[in-house]
């Protein structure tokens, strides 16, 4: 299954960033392989308007559950129509800390 | 001619310059003024009169999920994001629509149509024999201010001569009260912000082929700075008026400085001869 999680850097060493739609970089990771692919986020400087450009990028992808620090009302829309589950990582720690307490299911599952 | 009071930074005295050229030339002939501030207007409350108010609507898409092949085709094209296909709906964002009727004019299935959207209201009165006022009023919550100002100068189209007193600021409501005017009056302070801010809209003046000129508002004689950057930009200085609790007392009641005090009718004429000059439309 394929987990998304924003990131401020291209590898799951980096540290989490905590916004969705204008994240540097979503980093994909298949739960069975344990591999990860690095998308840099192209709306990332935009004016407005990316929440849901950057849910296409998820849905594009096949990705099935996306962890971040906060999801804007737009965005979330998108997402809960494509039925990509959200959950809430605010720790501030890197990609593979919020990895892997989400493999332990200590992260809060939001609306 | 089509005049502008535009500022920069906000509350340096738009509004009351606006107001009281307008009263000042309608003692003359035909002014019609326009409340291009649709976010916050205020020239009505100087100007308190019966008035018949319409409303102003948007186009905004309507999509027909039976006829939808959700091809995508309308999300390509929407420069705002506002629309979003999915693989069996779609989701439309009306607050980053701005109305431009790509989407519908794409759509090869003939799945898009458009509704009205009431976005707010313009304000139509006759506070004097001679002057007419137009105020433009968004609703709240809408983020479009364009349209409506766009309608209330349409109002105004065939009208001899018009003020048009524009929001605070540089971006898209000035530019759109702007564009297609023949002077521009830039009212500033002379503080630090308001150097700052007048320097962006003489920019966006120069850029949309307005010629600007000055007017120092709240001075207390120390207007250095503004009166060396007038002279390094080449614009001209036309009319100061002084820090005056007097001045300031009688705008707070809702009067106006040319009705309280009708000496000060004489500035104000004088403003618009070098106003009609700028535009080179001597009178």
């Known amino acids: 299954m394929k987990v998304c999680f924003t990131a401020k850097g291209a ?13 540097p970089y979503f980093i994909i990771l298949e739960s069975e392989t344990g591999s990860f692919e690095a998308i840099q986020n192209p709306y990332a400087d935009g004016a407005g308007g990316v ?6 990028i998820l849905i594009a992808h096949d990705v099935k559950a996306l962890i971040s620090g906060q999801v804007g009302g737009n965005a979330r829309e998108v997402l809960a129509a494509a039925g990509i589950a959200m959950y809430t990582y605010r720790a501030g720690g890197s990609v593979k800390d919020a990895s892997d307490q989400f493999t332990k299911n200590t992260l809060v599952r939001s609306e | ?10 509350g340096t005295g738009k509004s009351m310059v606006a107001a009281n050229l307008a009263f000042t030339l309608s003692q003359a002939e035909q002014v019609t003024l326009i409340d291009c501030d649709v976010e916050e207007p205020d020239l009505h409350l100087f100007f ?4 018949t108010t319409t409303e102003v609507t948007v186009p905004v898409p309507v999509v027909d999920e039976t006829a939808c092949q959700h091809c995508g085709l309308c999300e390509e094209f929407c420069q705002y994001g506002a629309m979003t296909v999915l693989s069996s709906r779609v989701l439309f964002f009306p607050e980053l629509c701005h109305s431009c009727g790509g989407c519908t004019l794409v759509c090869p299935n003939g799945a898009i149509h458009e509704d009205p959207k009431r976005i707010g209201t313009t304000t139509i009165s006759t506070p004097l024999p001679n002057l007419k006022l137009i105020s433009g009023m968004l609703d709240t919550g809408n983020p479009l201010a364009v349209p409506i100002i766009r309608t209330a100068k349409k109002l105004a189209a065939s009208d001899p001569l018009v003020i048009c007193d524009t929001a605070p600021g540089t971006s898209c409501p000035v530019v759109e009260t702007l564009d297609g005017c023949d002077a521009c009056i830039l009212v500033t302070e002379s503080t630090p912000f308001g150097m700052h801010d007048l320097q962006l809209a003489v920019d966006v003046a120069a850029r949309l082929g307005v010629p600007a000129g000055i007017v120092i508002n709240r001075s ?3 207007d250095q700075a503004t009166l060396e950057f007038c002279t390094d930009h ?9 820090f005056d609790r007097e001045i300031a007392a009688i705008q707070s009641r809702g009067d106006l400085l040319c009705r309280a005090r009708p000496e000060w009718q004489k500035a104000f004429a004088a403003l618009f001869v070098k106003c009609s000059t700028l535009a080179g439309m001597d009178r």
């Open chain 1, 51 to 56: 929440g849901p450009k950057a849910a296409q």
């Open chain 2, 48 to 51: 308190p009169a019966p008035s």
């Open chain 2, 1 to 10: 001619m089509r005049l502008a009071v535009a500022s920069g930074k906000g």
């Open chain 2, 234 to 242: 080449d614009i001209e200085m036309m009319m100061t008026i002084p």
């Open chain 2, 220 to 222: 207390d004689g120390k």
């Open chain 1, 11 to 23: 590898t799951p060493d980096s540290p989490s960033e905590e916004r969705f739609g204008r994240a």
